[in-house]
């Protein structure tokens, strides 16, 4: 460290070990700063991170393996705080948390050929905070007309195992890094490691790996890694919004891991749990991490988040302590899932702050407006359908929902993501389109067109329904 050679480092002994917590006694009259890493001088491949202090002690997340830690066993501080490498040099590579290539391909060049940042950073001051009314367009027909997405915001895609969230992630971060040139952050948080070998294949297939840093902390990391992954993940983005002035794009899969992982390290450390057995300082984690993925007049962080939620309860403590600081949260259903219907969204219970006039325009709105009515309606009618079918119905109610119905089918695409599993070709259909197609299907010009046409199709004109 250039300048800083008068620095005495601190230094200690391993007292304990409880998992992925070692408790360090410190044996100098400095104590190590707080997030400072810690290692050995004879195994530099240890790395503790310090959590918190005591009047002689300090606490350390230990972030590689505890089975090499030992009572006695001497430590020294390091004088820094975790750092990634960042920038244009990791464009298109796989790495850990300590910025180590997992891609089998050539090492990250160290310092001064790759800039490297700390993990850590403050949330940027509100007067440099810059919103707009611009949506970004993803080519997702059901996204793009009931929760359109606003460039730099934060949106949600929640849902239970197996109902699609990472297609659906993969998918968006496909089409909207094709559209533009803008570079994509991907954090793997706790999943599985399958599926981050998919996504690496799949990105590389598609064309767009040379614009995307993916990043894994995965479910076989002790759970010390996968609380840190996310920041690690935030601070590449960061540097692109900062440093570089670009628009950038985060991939969270999962943030809900990322929430679990801090409950394992809460209860480690032996702290008074909260609601649901969560940590007391759930959100407070949450929102640090929330507050750097901002738009400033850099440029615009627009993050996307999958939302893991436990045995498909919605209401559980850490799902809705996520969801209150979204902008858009885009609810997958089983239910429709297991009808064959892609995506599977919720078209009830997903929000999007951006429902206005002054997001939408004129004509969108108007058709987002009579569609929600009818939906509604369709709801109702389909109680009574279930139960003395659909021939017992008013014309006039027959005519409205078998209108809502095709609009419902419209609003599923194949997925350039699923091509090998489904065989369809995946389709990508611009935000005007989309609200033409269905302002057609609404005023009953198509009202002679079977409903099953309509299904899994991109524009009505390339399926020649028009």
């Known amino acids: 460290m250039t300048g800083q050679n008068t620095i005495i480092q601190s230094k200690g002994v391993v007292r304990s070990v409880n998992g992925q917590i070692a408790e360090v006694e410190i044996e100098t009259d400095n104590f190590p700063n707080l997030y400072e890493i810690l290692t050995c001088p004879q195994d530099p491949k ?120 990472t297609i659906l992630l993969t998918e968006l971060l496909h089409n909207i890094t094709q559209q533009k040139e803008v570079y994509s952050i991907f954090a793997g948080v706790g999943e599985r490691i399958r599926e981050g070998q998919e996504l690496y294949q799949r990105l590389g297939e598609s064309g767009v790996l040379n614009k995307t840093i993916i990043i894994l902390g995965q479910m076989n990391e002790n759970a010390a890694v996968r609380y840190r992954v996310a920041l690690a993940a935030a601070a590449q983005a960061e540097y692109f919004r900062d440093v570089a002035k670009t628009d950038v794009l985060f991939f969270i899969d999962n943030i809900f891991r990322f929430v679990q992982a801090g409950a394992e390290v809460a209860t480690l450390l032996g702290t008074i749990p909260s609601e649901q057995a969560y940590q007391a300082t759930l959100q407070t984690e949450i929102s640090s991490l929330e507050d750097r993925l901002i738009p400033t007049e850099n440029g615009t962080i627009t993050s996307f988040q999958n939302i893991y939620v436990p045995a498909d309860e919605i209401t559980d403590a850490g799902v809705s302590a996520i969801m209150s600081l979204l902008d858009t949260s885009i609810v997958l259903s089983r239910s429709v899932a297991q009808k064959g219907m892609y995506p599977p969204i919720d078209l ?25 009515q009818l939906l509604a309606n369709y709801n109702q009618l389909s109680h009574i359908v279930a139960i003395v079918g659909e021939s017992e119905l008013s014309p006039e109610n027959r005519t409205l929902y078998n209108r809502t119905k095709k609009i419902i089918n419209y609003l599923t695409q194949p997925f350039f993501m699923t ?37 899994n199709i991109g524009s009505l004109a390339d399926a020649k329904i028009t």
């Open 348 to 372: 009830l219970q997903s929000t999007s702050a951006t429902l206005t006039k002054a997001f939408l325009g004129e004509e969108h709105f108007k058709a987002l407006t009579q569609f929600q």
């Open 46 to 165: 240890i790395i503790m991170e310090v959590f918190s202090e005591d009047k002689d002690s300090i606490l350390c997340l230990v972030l590689s393996s505890p089975d090499k830690l030992f009572r006695g066993m001497e430590v020294v501080g390091t004088g820094t705080d975790l750092k990634v490498p960042v920038g244009k040099a990791v464009l298109g590579r796989v790495i850990d948390l300590f910025g180590i290539a997992r891609d089998k391909g050539k090492p990250i060049p160290p310092p001064p050929q790759t800039d490297r940042v700390s993990i850590y950073s403050k949330a940027p001051s509100l007067n440099i905070v810059k919103t707009g009314y611009e949506l970004l367009q993803t080519g997702i027909k059901a996204i793009d007309f009931l929760t359109p997405i606003q460039r730099g915001g934060k949106v949600g895609f929640v849902g239970g195992a197996g109902v699609g969230k």
């Open 419 to 455: 091509e090998t599993q489904s065989g369809k070709k995946g389709v990508s259909v611009p935000k005007d389109t989309t609200v033409k197609d269905i302002v057609m299907i609404l005023s009953g010009s198509l009202d002679n067109i079977p409903t099953d046409k309509f299904m």
